[in-house]
């Protein structure tokens, strides 16, 4: 009677680490000596057909299977879920399972309600998770999406718009012609990070001055 969650990292990482004895590129593939990372093309080529890396916010990037395993309590052996998903679900999952409630304050502070909903009814079958949007900042990518519209852009670049219903791999960018969507989602993407930047500022403790410490008389 134990709710098992298994999720991989979010996508090939494209790292480049160079040790003290750097790279060694004739060196037999998988050796101590070779590539010690997977770099941008190996990447590339693990993400397939999802688009660009770890650290990025498009497909490739964010994407992770997640397995769980609860033997008393999922009667479905072996099925495929295709609902949309995310880590910030996992917390009222959890917290339904074991039949708690989200708390309203925490030592006398205000708590935020959950970003995340639960997948409760989604172990037992294949439905819908209602949710607003999910939204997505990391090292200055972006991104947002709400039913199957996506919009996402790596740092400094420009909004992307892609129909993952019909282009999952992120191939075909409809911002241009999708004009109105690109700017009520960029709207709604601006809105939730101004939101999110309150919620975690509130009620913050303010930073702890170091106690100075006394000096020691020396005694005659």
Request: with cysteine; aromatic share 6%.
């Given at each position: 009677?134990?709710a098992?969650f ?27 000596k070779t ?36 033997p008393?309590g ?6 495929l ?16 399972l ?6 309203s304050?925490?030592?006398g ?19 819908p998770i209602?949710?607003d ?15 199957d519209w ?19 791999s ?10 109105a ?34 000096k020691?008389?020396a005694?005659?």
């Open positions: 009677n134990t098992i298994f999720l991989s990292d979010n996508g090939a990482s494209a790292e480049s680490l160079v040790r003290g004895d750097g790279h060694e590129a004739s060196a037999p593939p998988g050796s101590a590539f010690l990372c997977l770099e941008t093309a190996g990447a590339n080529v693990a993400n397939s057909p999802l688009r660009l890396s770890k650290m990025f916010v498009h497909e490739g990037g964010i994407a992770t299977p997640l397995v769980v395993h609860w008393k999922i009667a479905a052996k072996g099925e879920r295709a609902v949309a998903s995310h880590v910030i679900d996992l917390p009222p999952t959890v917290l339904e074991a039949g708690g409630t989200w708390p304050e925490w030592k502070e205000k708590v935020p309600p959950p970003q995340g909903k639960s997948l409760v009814s989604a172990l037992a079958r294949d439905v209602e949710r949007a999910l939204w997505w900042l990391h090292q200055g990518n972006r991104a947002i999406r709400a039913g996506k919009l996402v852009a790596v740092k400094d670049g420009p909004w992307e718009l892609y129909d993952l219903a019909n282009d999952r992120e191939s075909h960018n409809l911002a241009a012609s999708h004009a969507k690109v700017r009520e989602l960029a709207d709604r993407w601006d809105a939730l990070a101004a939101q999110f930047a309150k919620d975690a500022s509130s009620g913050a403790a303010p930073q702890q001055q170091p106690a100075k410490k006394k020691a008389k005694k005659q």
